[in-house]
Protein backbone atom coordinates (compact mmCIF):
# COMPACT_ATOMS: atom_id res chain seq x y z
CA UNK A 1 0.00 0.00 0.00
CA UNK A 2 1.21 3.17 -1.27
CA UNK A 3 1.37 6.09 1.93
CA UNK A 4 -1.49 8.00 0.93
CA UNK A 5 -3.51 5.18 -0.26
CA UNK A 6 -7.17 4.57 2.09
CA UNK A 7 -9.30 1.85 1.83
CA UNK A 8 -12.81 3.82 0.83
CA UNK A 9 -14.51 3.91 4.04
CA UNK A 10 -12.02 3.72 6.50
CA UNK A 11 -10.56 6.72 8.68
CA UNK A 12 -6.98 6.77 9.28
CA UNK A 13 -6.07 7.89 12.47
CA UNK A 14 -3.34 11.03 12.88
CA UNK A 15 -0.64 12.01 14.73
CA UNK A 16 0.89 15.12 16.10
CA UNK A 17 3.98 15.46 17.62
CA UNK A 18 5.18 18.67 19.67
CA UNK A 19 8.76 19.83 20.69
CA UNK A 20 10.18 18.10 17.54
CA UNK A 21 13.88 18.96 17.72
CA UNK A 22 15.39 21.02 15.19
CA UNK A 23 17.72 18.66 13.83
CA UNK A 24 15.05 16.18 12.91
CA UNK A 25 12.55 19.10 11.64
CA UNK A 26 15.54 19.95 9.58
CA UNK A 27 16.40 16.51 7.87
CA UNK A 28 12.96 15.58 7.84
CA UNK A 29 12.40 18.32 5.76
CA UNK A 30 15.77 18.15 3.64
CA UNK A 31 14.45 14.40 2.38
CA UNK A 32 10.27 15.26 1.97
CA UNK A 33 12.03 18.04 -0.08
CA UNK A 34 14.24 15.88 -2.19
CA UNK A 35 11.48 13.47 -2.46
CA UNK A 36 9.04 16.04 -3.93
CA UNK A 37 6.61 14.95 -0.84
CA UNK A 38 5.31 17.15 2.07
CA UNK A 39 6.61 16.63 5.94
CA UNK A 40 3.22 14.42 6.93
CA UNK A 41 3.63 11.90 3.76
CA UNK A 42 8.34 12.06 4.45
CA UNK A 43 7.14 11.32 8.23
CA UNK A 44 4.74 8.73 7.05
CA UNK A 45 7.26 6.92 4.65
CA UNK A 46 9.89 7.11 7.63
CA UNK A 47 7.58 5.66 10.29
CA UNK A 48 6.98 2.60 7.66
CA UNK A 49 10.91 1.98 7.62
CA UNK A 50 11.46 1.49 11.33
CA UNK A 51 10.75 -2.52 11.33
CA UNK A 52 13.16 -2.98 7.95
CA UNK A 53 15.74 -0.93 10.35
CA UNK A 54 15.20 -3.08 13.53
CA UNK A 55 15.18 -5.97 11.34
CA UNK A 56 18.33 -5.06 10.06
CA UNK A 57 19.87 -4.36 13.39
CA UNK A 58 18.94 -7.21 14.81
CA UNK A 59 20.60 -9.74 12.30
CA UNK A 60 23.89 -7.25 12.11
CA UNK A 61 23.58 -8.62 15.72
CA UNK A 62 23.27 -12.07 15.09
CA UNK A 63 25.97 -11.87 12.39
CA UNK A 64 28.58 -10.18 14.95
CA UNK A 65 27.61 -13.25 17.46
CA UNK A 66 28.26 -15.56 14.48
CA UNK A 67 31.79 -13.93 13.74
CA UNK A 68 32.90 -13.63 17.53
CA UNK A 69 31.71 -17.58 17.67
CA UNK A 70 34.06 -18.38 14.47
CA UNK A 71 37.26 -16.37 15.89
CA UNK A 72 36.79 -17.93 19.34
CA UNK A 73 36.60 -21.78 17.46
CA UNK A 74 39.41 -22.90 16.01
CA UNK A 75 38.96 -24.06 12.59
CA UNK A 76 37.88 -28.00 12.19
CA UNK A 77 39.81 -29.99 9.60
CA UNK A 78 38.37 -32.41 7.26
CA UNK A 79 39.16 -36.07 8.40
CA UNK A 80 40.61 -37.04 5.74
CA UNK A 81 42.23 -33.66 4.64
CA UNK A 82 40.95 -32.14 1.12
CA UNK A 83 44.29 -32.62 -0.39
CA UNK A 84 44.38 -36.56 0.83
CA UNK A 85 40.94 -36.97 -1.09
CA UNK A 86 41.99 -35.50 -4.25
CA UNK A 87 45.60 -37.34 -4.64
CA UNK A 88 43.44 -40.32 -3.88
CA UNK A 89 41.02 -39.56 -6.39
CA UNK A 90 43.92 -39.13 -8.52
CA UNK A 91 45.46 -42.38 -7.75
CA UNK A 92 42.36 -44.05 -9.09
Excluded at 3 to 16: I, K, N
Excluded at 19 to 31: G, K, N, S, T
Excluded at 34 to 54: D, F, N, W, Y
Amino acid sequence: MHYDEVEEGTEMPSLQIRDLPEDVYEALAFRAEAEHRSLAQQAIVELRRIPELTARERRLEILKELKKGIVAEPPLRLIPAAEALVREDRER
